[in-house]
């Protein structure tokens, strides 16, 4: 009976040091940026790496974008724990890693992001934060129109602003709620200049006229232009020099969210 014991134990052993093999190996030498599945040109991976090195250099803080084509049957919050666990990503002591897995949409299956953050950075970026506005609002939309850098652009520039404490989760989300309610001062002083002013002085002609004042669907679109903060680029974060040092051993398990399309 102990034997039989023992090579059952040996054999699940070797089933899970086997299963573990299927989570991708640390990168030698080590990357930010891991395009296992290429839905990133060269360009984009490198300019997207450079952003996050000069922010790790400038933080301490380890983002880590991990793109792959299949999950190899992990659950996708599963997948991303394991490699947060398994590359160390984030410094030891601070658990400030965030590491971001994409598995693209395909013939074959949906497309899934999961967003998950090492302990330490679990009250910086909660769930809520991490589901609702990262994922649904900045990454998917994106995504969905296979702009898998703009989406990840926007969601790490959110990310990235959260970590540094430019602003807090709860900001963040009334401003989302700002512009998704479409009410801008901005907005106001078009349509009071532009529409209710001339209209009650009889112009309503010249409102129409393209030698007059400024057409309505210019003015609606520089106001759509005003509410776009994160447009696929890296907002106001200046890239400074220094390459990456590596990861330190961070701790993941706790938080997070995702979504799929």
Sequence with gaps: MKKIIALLFLFLISFTHLFSQEI?????PPRLVNDFS????????????????????????????VSVKSLEGYDISDFAFQIGEKWGVGQKGKDNGVVIVVKPKTLEGKGQVFVAPGYGLESVI????????????????????????????????????LAKGEYTAEAYQKNVKSNKGGGSPFFLLILLFFVIIPIFRGRRRRFFNTGGSLPFWVAMGMMGSNHSSHSGSFGNF????????GFGGGSFGGGGAGGSW
């Design 238 to 245: 200046s890239s400074g020099g220094g390459g990456f040092g």
């Design 126 to 161: 909660p769930d809520a934060v991490a589901n609702r506005d990262i994922v649904d609002n900045e990454m998917i939309p994106r995504f969905k129109q296979n702009d898998y850098y703009g989406g990840l652009a926007n969601g790490i520039n959110v990310i990235m602003s």
């Design 24 to 28: 991708p190996a640390r990168p030698n």
């Design 38 to 65: 290429g839905i990133l040109s060269e360009q984009e991976a490198a300019e997207l790496e450079k952003t996050l090195v000069d922010f790790a250099n400038q933080t301490s803080t380890q983002i880590v974008v």
